[in-house]
């Protein structure tokens, strides 16, 4: 039996591991495009002998990245970064490495194209990442009409960036910040009025879980009636920041408190740390957060694609639990 061949660039990452096992089941042929091959050597063990191929692209080799898409049925981008240094920028990643792959695969035949973008991204938008983000998405517009593009809120999972990130806050922190961006609200009780710090609860979230996301780059590669839209992806719920935060707490078992901080001063943070040689916060993240990272209703969503959201509070207890007192992990 001939398999259908995707390549897939930046399939090394946390999501692009995800989407690897899901199409390996649905049995393509896979081959991961990443410029570090040795280091994605634990992804071939996801298929039987020879489904999964490792090759070498840097996506700014326009040579190297001809070389990975060639004899393919279909490609899927997921190449990007959450914070820049000089070499690797948001224009250079998002948007000009995109281009590079959408035009080698326009150069190769291929049709099937499925770009990972993110929700928020707009080119009126006050953050970079963002701008380069909906950059991205036009440039692969214009070599392959009928992509595909994915715009997902924030991906959770066991090893994502997002949830765990504030469980190790947490392990070092006795507080956790939660960014507000309205100010505080007077809160009555009874005739005696009272301050609320955190007012509405800061930024909103809808996350949506990993094995969803791949699910949806797996339907629209299986079904091409599926393929040639936007859809937006997200969880079936929405959080503010502050929930976010509760639900750190409450299912790694940690007792912090929460501390209001309003978004100026996270600018200020931001702007020390980005001295670090990876900074946990940055000044175009702040930027980002003062927009709710939610869906707007406008495009179709996993709904349209078959697929049912998996509720955050069914996956978080599996992997927060190893940030809590030993005898909660052991649950």
């Known amino acids: 039996m001939t398999r259908r061949l995707v390549t897939i660039f930046g399939g090394s990452g946390f999501l692009g591991r995800a989407i690897v096992n899901r199409l390996a089941g649905n049995g393509w042929a896979v081959r991961v495009a990443v410029r570090h091959p040795s280091t994605a050597e ?4 996801m298929g039987e002998v ?9 996506i700014g080799n326009p040579a190297a990245v001809a070389a990975a898409v060639a004899g393919a049925d279909a490609v899927v981008n997921l190449v990007g970064i959450l914070t820049e240094s000089s070499r690797r920028t948001f224009q250079a990643i998002h948007a000009d490495g995109a281009a590079t792959i959408a035009a080698a695969a326009r150069e190769a035949g291929i049709t099937a194209f499925v770009q990972m973008s993110a929700v928020g991204a ?11 983000k909906a950059a991205g998405e036009e440039a692969v517009r214009a070599e392959i009409p009928g992509a595909t593009i994915l715009r997902p809120s924030v991906v959770f999972g066991p090893d994502d960036d997002f949830f765990n990130r504030f469980a190790k806050m947490a392990v070092l922190s006795p507080v956790l910040p939660v960014f507000t961006g309205d100010g505080f609200h007077v809160v009555w009780n009874g005739a005696r009025p009272s301050l609320d710090l955190f007012g509405t609860g800061g930024p909103r979230f809808q996350p949506v879980y990993v094995g969803d996301v791949a699910a949806a780059v797996a339907a629209v590669l299986d079904d091409p009636t599926l393929a040639g839209r936007t859809y937006e992806l ?5 959080y503010s920041m502050k929930q976010i935060m509760e639900l750190v707490l409450s299912y790694s078992g940690l007792h912090r408190r929460l501390l209001p901080l309003p978004m100026g001063l996270a600018m200020v943070q931001a702007r ?3 001295y ?8 175009d993240q702040v930027r980002m957060m003062r927009v709710n990272n939610i869906l707007t209703g406008a495009e179709p969503g996993l709904g349209d694609l078959g697929i049912t959201p998996t509720p955050a509070e069914t ?7 190893r940030y809590g007192p030993p005898n909660r992990a052991e649950q």
Do not use: C, K, M
């Open 122 to 132: 707009s080119a009126r938008s006050d953050a970079a990442y963002a701008r380069s």
């Open 50 to 58: 020879g489904q999964i191929s490792l090759v070498r692209a840097d």
């Open 272 to 274: 020390v740390f980005e």
């Open 234 to 238: 997200g969880g079936p719920t929405v």
């Open 276 to 283: 670090l040689p990876t900074p946990p916060l940055t000044r």
């Open 315 to 321: 996956i978080l207890p599996h992997y927060l639990r």
């Open 42 to 45: 634990f992804l071939l063990p």
